[in-house]
């Protein structure tokens, strides 16, 4: 079984920071892309960052010069620090992989449980 487990939520006043990690873990024959999404109240998920097994990075337009997406492959970790927190970033984060299993061809999409970020004053 694979299991992404997040943490780091929080809540945090308007210009503060905040940092959510997930770790993969379970029976893993490589991780490809990991990614943050997030979804608000009433609205849909949506995507904030992804970055792949090579390190190449893509952030929502909302979030670019704020957050930055990074990763240990030896730990098969995925980090998100948030920078700049601003109110319409309230929402819960959900980390989300691209994981081989058996073999680089039988690739999966796994979802987090979700971690709260509110930002508030």
């Known amino acids: 079984q694979v299991q992404l487990v997040e943490s780091g939520g929080g809540l945090v006043q308007p210009g503060g920071s905040l940092r959510l990690s997930c770790e993969a873990s379970g029976i893993i024959f490589r991780v490809n892309t990991m990614g943050w999404y997030r979804q608000a109240p009433g609205k849909q998920r949506e995507l904030v960052a992804t970055i792949t097994g090579a390190g190449s990075t893509n952030y929502a337009d909302s979030v670019k010069g704020r957050f930055t997406i990074s990763r240990d492959y030896a730990k098969r970790t995925v980090t998100l620090q948030m920078d700049s927190l601003q109110p319409e970033d309230t929402a819960v984060y959900y980390c989300?992989?691209?994981?081989?299993?058996?073999?680089?061809?039988?690739?999966?999409?796994?979802w987090g449980q979700g971690t709260q970020v509110t930002v508030s004053s």
């Open positions: 989300n992989a691209d994981i081989a299993r058996g073999g680089i061809q039988y690739v999966y999409n796994y």
